[in-house]
Every structure is written in structure tokens, then in C-alpha cells.
């Protein structure tokens, strides 16, 4: 198995509504092509990891890049895994524009920087510790 992360921008920002229909979608998709993950957006950006065989995420990924409503995909890396770091989620989500992570201990420092593919193209091992941590956080 591999895992990919990749920022990308969207087009224009996703209202709420919009965000649960996309993921609605993915959940379905990727479970169906044995894809876990997650995905977080901030302020019209987004950071996404996708795992599972390297020939469904490798497709996957094709097909995002093709998608019209986000531009400048920047892959940040692609490792092989031996186990999920996402195993029970076909797709988690997090909106960090969202107020209420605000009290969360421990993410301050990177809700400042934004879901770029300039500053983690530079820094993929703090793109790789902001999706952990989050992962903690949701259990």
C-alpha cells in the first residue's frame, strides 16, 4: 500500500454545503476503490491524504488533478505504508477555517500557515505531523 498528500487551491471558496457534498461523494468513490483518508480545508485550500493501492491512488489522484474545482495541485509526497494511518475512515474531514477548533490544544501553530503547496512542498514532514495529529484528535 502507498499513501499521497497533495494541496491544492479551490477555484473559489466551498461554502459548507458544498464541502459535505463533496465528501458525501468521495466516501462513496473511495470506499468502493478500498481508498481511506482525509481531507482538511482552510480559506479556499486544501490538504489531502489518500491510501490504499498504489494503482487506485495513483487513478485517484489523476482524477482529482482533472477535477475543475481546485487548481495548483502540488503532490508533496507518495510512501509506501505498511498499515492505514486512516483505516476506519473512506474519507475524514475538517474544515480548519471552522472557529471551534480554536480550543484544540496543540494546533495554533499550524493553523497559522496556510494549506499551500508552497510552504509544504518545502516542510512534507509538517504537512505529514498536521494530518497525524489530527487523527488524534478525532478519535
Do not use: C
Amino acid at each position: 500500500m502507498i499513501n499521497l498528500v497533495y494541496v491544492s487551491s479551490a477555484t473559489r471558496l466551498m461554502s459548507k454545503n458544498e464541502l459535505v457534498e463533496l465528501l458525501e461523494i468521495s466516501r462513496k468513490n473511495n470506499a468502493a476503490m478500498g481508498i481511506t483518508g482525509i481531507l482538511l480545508y482552510k480559506d479556499g485550500n486544501f490538504m489531502q491524504l489518500i491510501e490504499g493501492e498504489p494503482e487506485q491512488i495513483d487513478k485517484l489522484y489523476h482524477k482529482i488533478g482533472l477535477d475543475p474545482r481546485h487548481t495548483g495541485m502540488t503532490k508533496l509526497y507518495r510512501r509506501e505504508i505498511t498499515e492505514r494511518s486512516f483505516p476506519d475512515w473512506q474519507m475524514g474531514f475538517k474544515n480548519l477555517s471552522d472557529e471551534s477548533m480554536n480550543h484544540v490544544d496543540g494546533f495554533s501553530s499550524y493553523m497559522d500557515e496556510p494549506l499551500d503547496g508552497a510552504f509544504y512542498a518545502q516542510n512534507p514532514d509538517k504537512a505529514q505531523r498536521l494530518l497525524w495529529l489530527f487523527r488524534e484528535s478525532m478519535r
